[in-house]
């Protein structure tokens, strides 16, 4: 149909998709939707799949197909196609372009029509992963034809003196539980002026945790197969319990942190002369964030943060951008010589699993406050991670307050080598001065076409300028052009890490990530997974037995730094809160 320019509400004009499909034509019935002219009648629509392009396209009908260009079309490539819950029979298509449909089938189905569709898709799927352990196969045949029987022989007794038989339960597990009780809701209750840090309490952070690519072994693809058969695509994967071998040694919430490692990028931010640089520093800073929170080119997952679980840490920042950083522990600089950057995260919801995060400089009068929401679903052969939410950037000495959501992560070929990629469209905004950015990170195509590319545009929204454009890898090398027609070129691996400083776990509190976390973390660099689950396991029990608790006293649930404040509803989460640190509403006061 033909696009209006006139605003319209989309709850009171709301839009019906019914869907009639066969093997070879779907047509499609739209009620009161915005985009057409007539908005009170049915409309038959004939849709063509290309699959050489990957695109949906559609015609007024089947006689137009061969006379006339399509009417319209909706791109495939890289969107995410999922099972709805809101109708029986209907699915959402969210493509990399933004744009967001539903479509449900109007008949009724037979039981005999939803068992076969359930055959299909379940067959489709045992097809593509058998295609994929042929290839495997494959590969292992062509290696071992290589090889002598003794070198096979030798390979089969390391394998068996490097077996690890399982444990009996570990005592510091008694350990872990004792440790959670310490932390009393009194204790949590207190507010943020109360819970300040000694910053010299403070080391900086020598802990390596980059992830060894290694690959799936055998016997964990058995395990993985045997839960692939167990679920369905597009399932909600939040509450699905994941073998313990795919965990990364660190909470979801010091990933958060690790997205700061460059804190001079972000200090520079609010130096900018103008709205212009200063937004243009931000999609900068923005681009080069994503490299360092991924350890590793191999997928693992974090530990999902249980209800109260805390990460602290900051970053001693020169205030001369000559100086090198400091990289160890004992050769720290005075407060006068550095601009402290300190960082506070907290799980304030378990459903759904939200997470905030603030991050503040106060010499710079500048902070950043994010609330984020995890949604996981099941796509086949790679699992879609949705980070549902947004930031708001504010730098008071401008009063400024820049809007900005975070992309899609997808973990690819989770049967052999997992490997993570980044997709969506992101947006960057300011109101105040009208300056914004999209930012869009391209996945990966079936067929050629590159990995980790990203591109960005900066523009003026009262005038239409572009005034920067980015293209290039978030995790390579990125290329910007400004108006005035000059370039730079921003390596993100060469860019140099400022380490973040954190105490030791004698002096952290028993919900504090590393502390909490530390007995499963020890048993996964030790390679024992039994007791690592076995630990996992009982900070579980302990967190769903603080909740019937709860329940049963009808007592709610009350974070310790951060609270809600209802600002703006966000139709695409449900979750129609802000979450705003205590004593965030003091500082911007004072700002002057």
């Known amino acids: 149909g033909t696009k209006t320019t006139k605003p319209m509400n989309m709850q009171e004009n709301s839009c019906r998709i019914t869907v009639h499909w066969s093997d070879h034509y779907i047509l499609v019935y739209i009620l009161n939707c915005p985009l057409c002219l007539c908005v009170s009648s049915f409309f038959c629509r004939y849709f063509v799949l290309d699959p050489e392009v990957g695109q949906l396209k559609y015609y007024l009908n089947e006689l137009n197909k061969s006379q006339n260009p399509p009417r319209g079309s909706l791109p495939l490539l890289g969107a995410m196609v999922v099972s709805s819950d809101d109708f029986p029979f209907m699915f959402t298509v969210q ?10 089938g109007k008949d009724d189905m037979f039981l005999i029509t939803y068992d076969l569709l359930l055959l ?57 539980s004792e440790g959670l009780n310490q932390g009393t809701p009194t204790d949590r209750a207190k507010p943020w002026g109360q819970h ?99 350890k590793g ?19 001693n920042v020169p205030r001369d951008p000559t100086a090198p950083p400091t990289t160890t522990g004992s050769s720290q600089r005075g407060n006068s010589d550095c601009y402290c950057v300190r960082f506070v995260a907290e799980q304030v919801s378990h459903h759904p699993p939200v997470s905030g995060f603030y991050c503040e400089c106060k010499e710079k009068k500048m902070c950043v406050n994010t609330h984020v929401w995890t949604k996981s679903k099941f796509m086949g052969m790679s699992v879609g991670v949705s980070m549902v939410g947004e930031g708001v950037l504010y730098l008071l000495e401008h009063d400024e307050e820049y809007v900005f959501t975070l992309p899609c992560a997808y973990a690819r070929s989770i049967l052999t080598v997992p490997w993570v990629e980044l997709g969506g469209k992101v947006t960057i905004s300011c109101a105040k001065s009208g300056y914004s950015a999209t930012v869009t990170f391209h996945t990966k195509p079936f067929y050629g076409g590159k990995v980790h590319r990203v591109t960005a545009e900066v523009k003026h929204n009262q005038t239409g300028n572009i005034v920067c454009k980015a293209q290039g890898e978030w995790n390579g090398i990125l290329e910007f052009t400004y108006s005035n027609g000059e370039t730079k070129v921003i390596d993100t691996s060469k860019l140099p890490v400022i380490k973040k400083k954190i105490r030791t776990l004698e002096k952290q509190g028993p919900y504090e990530s590393r502390r909490l976390w530390q007995h499963v973390t020890e048993s996964l660099r030790a390679g024992n997974m039994d007791e690592a689950t076995e630990h996992k396991h009982r900070l579980e029990e302990k967190q769903r037995s603080e909740g019937k608790q709860r329940a049963a006293t009808k007592t709610p649930w009350k974070p310790k730094y951060f609270i809600k404040e209802v600002s703006r509803h966000i139709e695409t989460t449900g979750w129609s809160v802000h979450l705003l640190v205590i004593g965030f509403s003091f500082q911007k006061q004072n700002k002057n």
């Open 95 to 104: 493509s990399t372009t933004g744009d967001f449909y539903k479509l449900r």
């Open 196 to 294: 300040a840090l000694d910053p010299s309490d403070e080391h900086t952070d020598t802990e390596d945790n980059e992830e060894e690519d290694l690959g799936v072994l055998d016997d964990q693809r058995s395990i993985i197969l045997h839960l692939l058969s167990q679920l369905k695509l597009g399932m909600d994967l939040t509450r699905v319990v994941l073998p313990t071998f795919i965990l990364e040694k660190r909470s979801l919430l010091e990933m958060y942190a690790n997205f700061m490692a460059h804190p001079d990028m972000f200090l520079s931010i609010t130096s900018g002369c103008t709205p212009e640089e200063r937004i243009i520093r931000f999609v900068e800073y923005y681009l080069t964030a994503f490299h360092e929170g991924r």
């Open 297 to 315: 080119a191999v997928a693992k997952k974090p530990y999902n943060p249980i209800l109260g679980e805390n990460f602290h840490c900051s970053w």
């Open 120 to 176: 299909k898709a379940t067959s489709s799927a045992t097809l593509s992963c058998l295609g994929e352990c042929l290839s495997m196969l494959q590969h292992n045949v062509s290696q071992a034809l290589n090889q002598n029987q003794n070198q096979n022989q030798n390979q089969n007794q390391n394998q068996n003196q490097n077996h690890i038989p399982s444990p009996s339960p570990s005592p510091s597990l008694s350990q872990t």
